[in-house]
């Protein structure tokens, strides 16, 4: 007996749900690249200034990003059986690392629009863990 997805799958064969997913991890992946590029573009200023924690620490991040979302990504569009526990390894990983950065190293900055970023944070991270979820690898 076949599977029956609440959404039916486009053309390609992709449920609606899953291509949203799809293209929000290459967003993600992009900003983590830009990240990266801006770091090494900028290291000679951002060491002048005096930038916390470091050029490094953003280098590293960018990358971490950058790949971790590029892995995933590559792996939900080559079907993969690990994509969806990637995916969730990835959006569940930088969550965690964006309210680390933002809660130990911006103290005292400008933290008006946190129940905004809260907000986001639980909707984008219910919408990836429920779509790897619904949409077994197949």
Known sequence: MAEVYPTPPDRRGRPFPQRVLMALMGLFAVFG??????????????????????????????????????AALAGLMLRRRWANVAVRIAVVGYAAWFWADRLVLHRGGDMENLP???????????????????????
């Open 33 to 70: 690249g830009v990240r990266l590029w801006a770091a090494l573009q900028s290291w000679d200023a951002l060491t002048a200034f005096g930038a916390q924690p470091g050029p490094l620490y953003f280098v590293v991040s960018g990358a971490a990003t950058a790949l971790g979302f590029l």
């Open 116 to 138: 905004f970023l809260a907000g986001m944070t639980v909707f984008l991270l219910i919408f990836a863990l429920s779509v790897t979820w619904t949409y077994p690898p197949e």
